[in-house]
């Protein structure tokens, strides 16, 4: 079953002129408008998620990755101007067009989005508990005795030790931290959560863990994934499919194993090549 | 009956990083595999049996021919009888053959380093659907099967020599007992004895419903465990020969 259906998707930084898509992307070599300075940082991307299926999103900085993500995840940026059309399962019409109130339920339940960022999305003065349990009171959760006994339950489906749970979130390391992140995205079992380069700022054991911890709990629950990564071996661990991006474009992508040992693209090949 | 059918099997590397010259892998390769067969593919260094086996298994994407499918009629949307082309079926059937009906082993392992030889081995049956319990309860036997010391169950393969972490690869590969299994290379860091081990296990376990097709280097091993032989020879195929008419020959 497709989950998820984005086709045209856009994200510009700046004016815009008519010139924009022409003179940026792969062939061009840029994704800044050599006309009017916008930055384009990602466009003309399609893409479908089906349930259960981990997609990679891989590409150097700046490549447009988070741009692409961020719209598959609902987020709005009030500095982008942005453009196309994201269709998810049960649901009718342009998901981007979508009021206020409704997107904001569909980002409570449906589809959960861990930011690059280690704290971002944390409050660092609230306990790991209560970041968590704010993701379930926002869902309309009201018993303390349940909400509790769920951040229990998502401390240990994520590894964290529940014997912490009341303390500030700002003693948490960084690899606790990225798993509080984790347990309150699948807080309120979402069918797609979106992750934007989970390994960022950890060591490369905690990653090992993080990525093995993400990865059984995304089997277990069936949930679907969108990983956004530089790192090759972050998505060639996860995704079943991969997208390469360049240039705010999609340049290549098929089954992760074909894409990282029959790249056909010279970008690909040239990714794959600096690894090796 | 014929499981898989190789018709005029083409892949050609466009090297771009390389100013863009063009490799050769394999050239218009053919042959039949029947069901239950155990068909073993041999040639030097480069001859394209990898990438035979990657194409099979669609690592590669062919450039040319067909690779026609028998063993998932049930998937398939044609007439039946018809099969699925591997080389033209798109990415999401793909996926679906391989967590159904197909295996394979590559040379190296790579799996995320904190998990146990145990579970590396029983994932494939967890994700069909077995219970923790009875997966690992398998798995622990194939491990067994094959030797590897009780001691390494619960370590991580990261950490283990080439010869166990082969024996994890055969194990993974075997779990689920796929329809096709694809074998590149599983013996080649055994010790004789091991090998021995790893031998009787794939005579058990490849009956009526798995066919494999496995890359071999040691004649021994072929003579063991194969019933027609494959020969390739700078990407072309050179014969076909049932394993008898194949004895005493020197292979790579
Ligand atoms: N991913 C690839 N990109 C470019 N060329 C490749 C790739 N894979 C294989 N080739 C080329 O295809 C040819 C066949 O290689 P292949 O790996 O299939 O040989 P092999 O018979 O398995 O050799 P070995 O016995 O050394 O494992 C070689 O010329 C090789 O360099
Ligand atoms: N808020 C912003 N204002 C202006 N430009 C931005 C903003 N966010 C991202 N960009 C630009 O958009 C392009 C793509 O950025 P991003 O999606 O973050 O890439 P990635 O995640 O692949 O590193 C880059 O050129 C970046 O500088
Ligand atoms: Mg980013
Ligand atoms: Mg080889
Ligand atoms: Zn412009």
Not at chain 1, 142 to 166: C, G, K
Request: glycine residues 10%.
């Amino acid at each position: 079953m497709t989950l998820l259906d984005a086709e045209g998707l856009r994200t510009v930084y700046g004016d815009g002129c008519d010139r924009c898509l022409d003179a940026t992307g792969d062939r061009a070599g840029t994704n800044q408008c050599p006309h009017c300075g916008s930055v384009v940082a990602c466009a003309e991307a399609d893409l479908t998620v089906r349930a259960g299926e981990v997609l990679g999103i891989v590409g150097e900085s700046g490549s447009g990755k988070s741009s692409l993500a961020e719209q598959l995840a609902l987020e709005r940026d009030p500095d982008a101007e942005t453009d196309g059309v994201v269709r998810y399962a049960g649901h009718e019409g342009n998901l981007l067009d979508v009021d206020y109130e409704t997107r904001h339920d569909l980002r409570t339940g449906d589809i959960a989005l861990v930011h690059q960022h280690i704290r971002d999305g944390l409050n660092p003065e609230f306990t790991g508990g209560g970041n968590v349990a704010e993701k379930l009171l926002s869902a309309g959760w009201r018993s303390f005795e349940d909400v509790r006994a769920r951040v229990r339950e998502l401390f240990e489906a994520t590894e964290i030790p529940v014997d912490r749970m009341d303390d500030p979130t700002s003693t948490y390391s960084g690899g606790m931290q990225r798993r509080v992140q984790i347990a309150r995205a699948l807080a309120n079992d979402p069918e797609l959560v979106v992750l934007d380069e989970p390994t960022t700022g950890l060591d490369v054991s905690v990653q090992a863990r993080v990525l093995d911890m993400f990865r059984r709990v995304q089997r277990e629950k069936g949930v679907a994934a969108v990983v956004v990564s530089h790192d090759l071996g972050v998505v060639r661990l996860l995704a079943d499919r991969t997208l390469v991006m360049r240039h705010g474009r999609v340049v290549e992508s098929g089954l992760t194993d074909r894409v990282m040992e029959d790249p056909h693209h010279e970008y690909t090949q040239t990714l794959i090549n600096s690894v090796i | 009956m014929t499981v898989l059918s190789v018709e005029g099997l083409s892949k050609t590397f466009d090297m771009h990083v390389l100013g863009d010259t063009q490799v050769v892998g394999l050239d218009d390769v053919s042959f039949d595999v029947r069901e239950g067969e155990f068909l073993a593919v041999v040639g030097e260094s480069g001859s394209g049996k990898s990438s035979l086996l990657k194409c099979l298994y669609r690592t590669y994407d062919p450039t040319g021919g067909r690779i026609v499918y028998h063993g998932a009629d049930e998937l398939a949307d044609g007439d039946a009888g018809d099969g699925i082309d591997l080389a033209a079926c798109d990415d999401r059937e793909v996926i679906a053959l391989r967590d159904a009906t197909i295996g394979y082993t590559s040379q190296f392992l790579d799996e995320i380093p904190r998990v146990p030889a145990v579970d590396v081995v029983a994932r494939p049956l967890r994700e069909q659907g077995v219970p923790a319990e009875d997966a690992r309860g398998e798995a622990r036997e194939l491990l067994s099967r094959l030797d590897l010391p009780e001691a390494l169950w619960e370590a991580y393969p990261a950490t283990f020599s080439g010869g166990e972490r082969q024996r994890v690869n055969l194990a993974q590969a075997l779990s689920p007992r796929p329809t096709l299994l694809l074998l590149d290379e599983p013996t080649s860091a055994l010790d004789p004895e091991t090998r021995q081990a790893a031998i009787d296990l794939l005579r058990e376990y490849v009956g009526e419903d798995t066919t494999v097709v496995g890359v071999f280097h040691n004649t021994a091993v072929i003579e063991a465990v194969a019933d027609r032989v494959v020969v390739l020879d700078d990407g072309k195929l050179q014969r076909v020969v049932p394993v008898a008419d194949f004895e005493g020959e020197v292979v790579g």
